[in-house]
Every structure is written in C-alpha cells, then in structure tokens.
C-alpha cells in the first residue's frame, strides 16, 4: 500500500513529502525531488536541501521540528536549493496524521512562495485532466464545496456513472450509507482546517458491490493559501478490509464466545500481564478489568492458595507448559470458591507464544463433595479404627483380607499371618473347633456368626473375645465381603467367673450363716428365693414359690405380722426387721429373722427384698447363754481373784513389816542396859494398832467371799465342768492348749454351791494352763477326769505336762504365800482348799510321773451332804500336808 | 561416833513403817528421816545429806524404782535399800539392776536390816 500510495503521490502534481514525528523525511513525490535535484535514498530517507548558511539552517531544521512536536497543523517557508543550483523560497505546509489521538505521520505540501499563476490557466487546466486521467487508481477532484468537478478514467470506470451522474454523488450512494456521515464529516473537517483527510470507506462499484477505499483527500490552493480544489484518491483496500473485518468479526465473535462461556476465562499476554477477563469472570469478583491487571496483589485468590497460584502462573508463562491449579476465589459478596484454572499457551505458526488462556470452572460443589468424602473416609476409617474392637473383613471365601488397626496392634502380626487363625496359634486351642465350626458354617450357609473364643495377644496372654460376623450382599444378593467384629470380653467374661464364684461364695455364706434372701414383687405377689431361702422354708428348689408358699408355712401370729408388713410395704417404701415363726411339715417350729426394705426397683415396681434367717438355734442358744451369764458375772469375779490377792498380799504385808519392826524394837530397847521403856511402850502400843489392821485386811478377804451365800444342790460334775471348759475356750485356744476330758458314766451328783465349784475347776485349769506355757517340746495337753469314788464321793482331776513343781515344794502349794508363777496366783489354791473344804471334800496335789502335776478334788455325793451351806475361806497357811481333808 | 553423822532416809508411803524403823535405825546408831513420798524427799534439803535410802517399790506417785532413776539422772548416787509387801523374788532381779544394795520383803527381820546398813557403810 505504501509504494501504491508513493505511486499517487509522486503522481500529484505539486510537491508532497511525508515526515516521521522526529522531524525524518521518509518520502518525497517525483515532483519535489525533480525540483530539488535530490532523489529517495535506497534506505527511504531524504534531505532536505535547505539553502542558507549553516547557523541559519540549524535553526530552520529546529523550527521544522519544533513546530511537529507541537502536533498542530503549521506552515512555514524554507530557503531551498533548486536543481539547477537556484536557490528558491519553499512554503511548506504540514498536517499530522492522527492514529488514536497519536501523531503517526506527517504529510507536507510545499510550493513555491514566487509561484506565477493564472496566466497559463487552461493549458495548466489542460495538464492537471490529463495529469489526473493518467493516475491509475480513481481520483475524483471536487471544489472546496464538495462538488465533484471531475473524475479520471479509473474512476469513471469503477463506479460506472457518468460525470454528470457523479455529481450528485452524495445522494445516489456512491459512497456508502454508513460510512456517508463520517466522510462528509471528515472532509469538512479538513476543508476547515486546510488540511487533508484521510478516511476508509466503501464505494460502489459499477457491478453494483461496494469496495473499501482507502480515500487521502488533498486541498490545492492558490499561492494566498485558498483552497481551490480537493483532489480525492480512492486506493483500493478492499481484500486488506475485508479481511480486518473478518478478522475483528471473528474476534467480536470469539468476545462473544468468551462472554456467553459460563465459565470464566481469562486472557494473558505472553509475558503474564492480564490482556482480558470474560464478563462472567468479572462478575464473580464483582471488579473491573483494571482491578484485576494486579490481581496477585489483591484479594481475589484466597490467601492460602494465592503463593501457589503465583508461582503457577509465572512458572508457566517462563517454561510455556500449561498450568492446572486449584484455588479458591473470592467472589463479589465475600464468599471464596473453589476454582479449577487451566492455562493453556496459544501459540503462533512459528511457535510463538502470542497469549494464554485461562480456564476458570468453578469445582466448588465437587470440591466440597471430595472433601465431604474424604472426611467421611477419614470419619469412617476413624470409626472402624475408633471402635472398641478389632474389624476384620473376610473374602466370601473366608480369607481374611483386611483389618482396622485394632487387630493388628493386638495380634501385632501382619493380616496376611492373621489369615490362618486355624492353624498359626493365636486362637486357642481348646476353641479351635468350635471357631471352625462356627466360622465355617457361616461362611457355607451365609448366615451370620456370634461366637466366643480366645485370642493369643502379641504378649502371650489369652483374651476371650465376642466374634461376630455378618456378611455384605450386593444387589444379587451375592456375598461380597464378610465383616467380622470381634469385641474383647475378656473382662466381662472374668466378671461372669467372679460373679459366678461369689455368687457360690454368697450360697456357702447364706447356708453358713443360715441366712436366705428373697425379693418379692408386690404387684404381681412374684417371689424370687436364694437357695439357703428354700432351706429354711423347707421347700423343693424347684417348684415355683408364691406368697402362699410362705403364707403357708407361718404360724398365726407370724400370718398377721407378715400381712401388715405386706400391706405397708405396698403402702411406699420402708424398712422392716421383724420376727416369724415357722411351723414345718413335720410340726417342728423355726424362728427366722427377717430384715427386708420395700422400694421401687429399676423397672419401676414396688419391691420388697430382704433377708430371712434361721435363728432357731442361736435363740435356743441365746436362752442358754442368758442363764448363765448372770453366773458368769461371778465367775469372771472369782477367776480374778488371783490377781486380786496380790494386792491383798500387799496390804496384809504393811502392817505385818509395822509388826515385825516394832516388835524387833521393842525386844533391842528392852534387853538394853536401861531398858528404854518409853520406846518399848510405843513399839508395843504399835504393834497392837498394826495387827489390827492385819486383822481389817483378813475381814475384807473373807468379805470377798462371803458377799451372797450360795445355795448348795445336787451338781453334776461332768456338767459344770464342760461348761468351765467352755468358758475357758478362749485362754485355752489363746496358749495353743487342748483340753482331752475322761468323764465318768452315770456320775452320782454331788451337794454344792455350783458357781463355788466351777471356780475351783476354773483356778486348777487356769493353774495347768500357766504351767504349760513354757512348754515348747511337746503338745500343751491338759487331761480333766471324773470319777465316783468308792467313799460316797465324786472326784476331779486336772492334769498337765507342764513345769510342775518339785518334791520339795509340794509341801508348800497350798501356802497362801507360796506360787511358782510371776502372775502371784499362789492364793488361787489356797482359796480352792476353802472353798472345796467348806463342801466337806478335799483337795490334794502331787506331781506326775514325767511331767508336770494333778490337783484333784473330791465333794461328798448329794445324799451325804451335810446342812450347812455355808461356805468360808478358813486360814490354813500353817498347812504343810500336800492333802487336806 | 563417826557414824553418828551419818543419814538414813527412809521412803515409804505406810505409816506403819515410818513410825517403827526410826526406832530401830536410831538403835544402829544412825540419824534417821522419815518421807512419805518421793516428791516429798526430793523437794527437801535432805537428798545431798542422805547416806542411805530405805525406799518403798509400790508407792502412789512416783514409785520407788522411779526415784532411784530420778536421782541417778542428778546424779545423786545415794545407796538405796528397797523395801517391799509385794513378795516376788521375781522382781528382785529387775530392781537390783540400777545398783540397790538390797531388796528386803516385808515383813524383813531386824537383823536382815542391820546386817544390810552395815554392808552399805562398811
């Protein structure tokens, strides 16, 4: 186009040049170089012959190029060199060519300032006809008011219409409906401004189609700057618009494709800088274009992800790969999504990068969906690894092929050695079968398994565990998997044995204790009995007990007494602890405590549940004891009294120390040479005063003693004396001593008081079981024997193998003062002597062949006993005789 | 006479035997205190001049064992003869332990006391 343009320029008929902004001629017209003699260069640069001397042609070329920076049209006159070396004054006019507000080029017009005109009019006519007929593209010359004033042949050929037709060009569509305004508009401009015009528009062609123009309207005017004519040249641009045409339309088209594109899209230039975004992508961020060039420096990536989708970018834009990341984008109202962006290089034939291309899909949804999925994996294998049991998963043909952590950390052994639980030892062996079995069967059968077994822990201990199993069926009704779980019960199971052992414990106590224990419902009268209840009702364990079954068995006063508690135990809750008595089948009676407590129980039901038991033989027992306990309130008296006596010793002691001085004094003073008889009146007057008190002691023993009479009776001997044996169970079992008893047969009974003679028994046992407790060589056994005595008497011994006492001291046993042991019990025989000796019996020692002593005692049968009954401690510490009768 | 100067104390908590052994002890030829107590001897002015205790065992308060303690801790080595009506030749033993001289059961001769007193000053 250029050199077609070069062509019409060099064609005008004046002289025209065209300049860059920097003040550069980059062309000049055939005419203007003819009349200066200076021809385009090879390289199109030309200058300009400016004819003056130097300094004043340093300011004309800094004019010229002050005047095109100021981008306004101007005029001015240059000295020129003409070729024939003449020098002649050029005025230049100059208008910028605009592109976008932009000055592209600039077009200068230069004439000869002493130019003669008019005087060669028509011949100038004559040559401008036969100038313009000879350019070859259209050139149609008008007037300055728009007239068309003449065509040239090209011209006239292309549109088809005679000169007279054309000259009313602006009405018969010659030019374009549409492009009409904007030309018209255009070349006033110009006409206002005496510049030219240089505009594209379409005109008809003869054959009736329209061809883009480029259209370059010059003004010719006179030498006073009058514009005479416009000469206007159309240069075909056709094919070149057309194709910009088809060009921007497709790029209209590919806008609109990129706009309708529901998803969004955005438009990089090579280097990265943000060329476009899609409507729809603006409208998610709600931004404009603008806003988004510096998109790294914004908010619309997510914080989190925006470092990553920055390196994605800049990391594709400098390798050229494509780029495929997920982040999320900040949408108009604040919310962030999650987008899939897809950058894609479009690339140029020569494999250039000329933009890229960025796909935004919104994968929110599918997003939020993995992540919904993910964590319900995650909470799912949580759960399975979070279950208080082992999960093993079975193929329907019995191989394990997966577990939770569960089974593996208890086994800890890989799933591949679990699978043969038969056989690799971690089930139990006594279980074994009943796991195949069981297994097997629900594997064979598809139905579900429940059974129990232990399980080898990776420690070596045994745990038993609950297995169950169900199998997975899919929609055929096929097993696919088998799930198993397997729960460790293996302290519910020890729970099971201990409760089982201490409800076996509880029976041993119950039927120990002679303790049953019962719950009886009250509103539906249902009785539940522990196995010691039976027993003491008598009743067969197996027959079905109801409130008559214990109704039944009551005597009347008990039927009442049970009713009342019936009726308020219905009444709320309560305690109560009363007495019955039962009358049995075979009319014996039992007495039975009952403790019971009426409450709700757990299913919301009144309740009364208690204890029953059998006190008939501790109450037979009780009666007993209660008779002789007020006895042995007395017994207990006496069987002190060996410690009593010490202090008895010590008081008797004092006043006979007071005696024994006194008179010891008394004797000194008198055999001295003078007798001192006030002293001896005083030791003598002392001494009498001390025995009395001596004499105060002994009334107070005897006190002891005396305190209530006892009544003499008919006594058994082997009687009281198995009860002193049983009331001295305790010191016996305490010093490890067993008693062994040789009673006499149909033993006559014998007259005494029999709380006197139990003490004596007591004092000889208590003597034998103070002998024996040094004894470690041998069993601590003491021998208690009755017999009747051929003399109308009934005698008892005591034996033991203790330390006994030697020949010598058997003389002295029965000394009051006299004792082998530190306990001082010494007087305890002594006391024995009086007390026997008051029964008319005696009382008699002597030591035993290997080891230790006897004492016995005889009392006088019942029949020979005499009256009195009175019985006295009576002095006998003179008494040397080892017998005393 | 030298042994003229010399003290007997007796501790004893019965009349019987304050009132008698004076008599005696004098006879011997000793000066003689009576106390009814051991705190009673204690706090007198008479520990640090006393040549011999004739001391009880069984006394209410501080018993006779229990004084012989007190004044070994003072230091006070005064040579003790007990004297007791509690007749166990088992508890002689343990009350000899401490250094006593004697242990007389009452009642005791006066022979028995004579024959002690002199070991004690010979």
Redesign the interface.
Known sequence: MQTELGRVLDTLPGMVFSALPDGRIDFVNKDLADFSGVPMTETNTWEWPVHAEPPEESVIVERFRSKLSLGEPFEMDVPTLRADGESRLLRVRCNPMLTDGKVQKWYGLATECDLASGDSRSEHETDFQRIVDSIPVPVAVTTPTGDVEALNNPALEYFGMTLEELKNWKAIEVVHPEDLQHIIADQLEAHSTGTFYNVESRHLRSDGLYRWHNVLGLPFKDRDGNILRWFHLLVDIDDRKRAELALAAREREAQLVLESIPAGIGVLAPDGEVEAINGPLLRYYGRTLEELRDWGNTDVVHPDDMPRMITAVSDAITSGSPYDTEVRLRRADGAHRWFQITGHPLKSEDDNIVRWYALHVDINDRKRAEEALAERERESRFIIDGIAGMIAIFSPDAKLIGGNQQIIDYFQRPIEELDNWATNGITHPDDLQICIDSFMGAIATGEPYDYETRFLRHDGTWRWFQLRGLPLRNTDGQIVRWYGLLTDIDDRKRTEESLRRSEAFLADAQRLSKTGSFSLKLGTDEVTWSAETYRIFDVDPSAKVTLRTILSRLDHDSFGRVQRVLQRAREGNGDFDYDITLVMPDKSMKHVRVLAHSERNKDGEQELTGAVQDVTESRRAEETLNEVRSELAYVTRVTSLGVLTASIAHEVNQPLAGIVTNASTCLRVLTAEPPNMEVAKDTARRMIRDANRAAEVIVRLRALFSRKPPTIEPIDMNEIASEVIALALSDLQRARVSVATDFGHSLPRVAGARVQLQQVIMNLLRNAIEALAGINDRPKQIVIKTQADPTGEVQISVSDDGVGFGSQEMGRIFDAFYTTKPDGMGIGLSVSRSIVESHNGRLWAKANNNHGATVAFAIPIYEVARESCDVEVRDRSDSISGTVR | MMTERLLVSVVDD?A??R???P??IR?FGYRVRTFSSADEFLDSEWVSRTNCLILDV?MPGMSGPELEEELIRRGDRIPIVF?T????E?DRIPLMQNGAVACL???????A?QETLDRVFA
């Open positions: 019965d019987s035997v009132e008698s052994l008599d005696l006879i069984a004297i009506a509690h007749k166990d088992n059961f009452k009642p005791f001769s006066d022979v006391l």
